[in-house]
């Protein structure tokens, strides 16, 4: 592992420390040493140098959620829905390699500037096939020089609604036919039982070397039996591992525990021993008041996946809530950005202007806010803020070099602000180069590890093997309209949300102590 001397105009050793005209030295895999660029480049001549006067140089920024599925959705005619009916798709999307899936988005976050990755994936359907292909996904993150944590998991209940004892009841509004069609899509799916699930992870989390890590990933709570929960907390704890799991994603999730349990989630994760720190929640856009409380309290860690939340209808997470009350937050995509970009410059824009909302009284997110999302926040995520998200000394080396002349072009003020600079304007065709653990894995924007093009034509090759499974689509269309007029029950009085775009003011005179009372906070994404 060779030395490297990165340099630039601004050295973003975090969101909130940026040092101008100065350089940073790697070695050994680790930051090494701070200071003026040009003392730093007289000192060190002869070291590879990567960074210019027109350049930043960033912290890894870390994706703290993700699924790899390969093509975009809207390639495979998935299209953006709620999720309840849109999880039906899944068994419809392309059959990717794990090996060809994994890499291929492994060469997509590295273009962006990501340098660590959650995966959540399925955990297979036997105990060996299924640590045959984990272990696959982990050479493809090693081979593209990717840092990743896989959290494999599964949906061992309610896997056709939400809620213990609502399947029977749903499925007698559905005509006969598709009834039957429904019944032999679940028989085909073959599901590994949850004994062989931890017997799977306490193979695969002993492997982990801090580049590929293995955690536990059980899906959501609602697929997830209260006895797996609890144990998912006991080996996680004896494994000395992390856990991952989608909580509070889309409305009906929202209303889900309250209406089955008789109990807030983050109540029966804490009953189940789960609520600690070594977990991280996907989502949580229908997070109340308790929930914020008991999440910052706990420890537990949120990954804020702005762009899914919008394609799969669940509303807006109200983050700057969190963040302003304690909870550690990430930023992740999840798999489904806004037009498939798989841009986190983008990402991180969207997770500020949906966190800036239209009254002062209410709490909002800055440039240097979202900036820490997708880099000190991931690394909590990752149960490794002591040493990765910085460009701190002794940290590890990873870092992106980001081109600031199309970002600065035509002109720019001299003093202008390099946060709201990079996160206003850079994307991912500005990033020249990425470190990972000290090795350069993206050079002048082309992936050092795999060959691209020899990536693609597997990829290609590949699907024509395992085309789209259009009787799967089907049948997820089909299911649709029973299934939102099945969750539509749920939205009793009280409970619906109320949806306003930019709602009107009234037209009369409102005298001066009507305008002094402050009027009620309602957050996004709150359930009112």
């Avoid at 090494?32 to 920024?61: F, N, T, Y």
């Avoid at 909580?247 to 109990?263: C, D, P, T």
């Avoid at 537990?300 to 997470?317: D, K, T, W, Y």
Wanted: with cysteine; proline share 6%.
């Amino acid at each position: 592992m060779s030395d490297m001397l990165l340099w630039g105009r601004w050295i973003v050793v975090s969101a909130d420390d940026v040092r101008e005209d100065s350089a940073v030295l790697l070695r050994d895999g680790r930051v090494a040493e701070i200071g003026p660029a040009l003392e730093m480049r007289a000192r060190h001549a002869g070291i590879p140098e990567h960074g210019g006067s027109d350049c930043a140089i960033l912290p890894g920024l870390i994706n703290a959620h993700h699924h790899c599925y390969g093509v975009e959705l809207a390639n495979q005619k998935v299209g953006d829905d709620f999720l309840e009916p849109w999880m039906f798709c899944g068994p419809s999307m392309v059959g990717l390699s794990p090996y060809i899936s994994s890499a291929h988005s492994a060469v997509r976050l590295l273009k962006t500037g990501v340098t660590a990755v959650v995966d959540m994936c399925s955990a297979g359907v036997t105990r060996d096939s299924g640590e045959a292909r984990l272990l696959e996904k982990a050479q493809a993150y090693r081979d593209a020089g990717l840092r990743a944590a896989i959290a494999p998991g599964e949906r061992w209940q309610n896997r056709i609604v939400h809620g213990a004892g609502e399947e029977a009841g749903f499925l007698a509004t559905l005509p006969q036919n598709l009834r039957d069609d429904l019944a032999r899509n679940e028989a085909g799916r073959a599901r590994l039982s949850p004994d062989a699930y931890f017997e799977l992870m306490a193979a695969l989390v002993p492997q982990g070397d801090g580049l590929r890590d293995f955690w536990f990933g059980p899906t959501g709570p609602q697929w997830t039996p209260d006895a797996v929960l609890a144990r998912v907390a006991q080996e996680a704890e004896r494994l000395d591992t992390r856990i991952q799991t989608h909580a509070l994603e889309s409305f009906y999730e929202g209303l889900e525990s309250q209406q089955i349990r008789g109990k807030h989630l983050m109540q029966h994760f804490a009953d189940q021993g789960i609520l600690t720190e070594r977990l991280s929640l996907a989502h949580v856009v229908w997070a109340r008041p308790q929930d914020i409380e008991n999440l910052a309290r706990s420890g537990v860690q949120v990954s804020h996946n702005p762009s899914s939340n919008l394609r799969l209808r669940s509303g807006v997470a109200p983050i700057a809530d969190m963040c302003g009350n304690g909870v550690s937050v990430a930023l992740g995509m999840d798999g489904t950005t806004l037009g498939g970009a798989e841009d986190i410059f983008a990402e991180m824009r969207l997770a500020l202007a949906l966190n800036t909302p239209p009254h002062r009284s209410a709490k909002a997110l800055n440039a240097r806010d979202v900036l820490a999302l997708a880099t000190q926040g991931g690394a909590r995520v990752l149960g490794r803020a002591h040493e990765l998200g910085q460009l701190q000394l002794g940290y590890c080396a990873d870092a992106v070099v980001l081109d600031l002349s199309r970002p600065m072009s035509p002109w720019c003020a001299p003093d202008v602000d390099p946060i709201e600079l990079i996160v206003g304007r850079a994307t991912a065709a500005d990033v020249r180069d990425v470190i990972v653990n000290g090795a350069l894995v993206v050079a002048h924007g082309t992936v050092t590890g795999l060959n691209e093009t020899q990536l693609l034509q597997k990829l290609r090759a590949e699907l024509e093997q395992s085309p789209p499974n259009d009787a799967a689509l089907t049948l997820a269309r089909n299911l649709r309209p029973y299934l939102l007029d099945w969750y539509a029950q749920w939205e009793q009085a009280g409970t619906a949300p109320v949806t306003r775009y930019g709602a009107p003011f009234p037209m009369h005179k409102t005298s001066p102590q009507a305008a002094r009372t402050p009027a009620p906070k309602v957050k996004l994404g709150e359930v009112t």
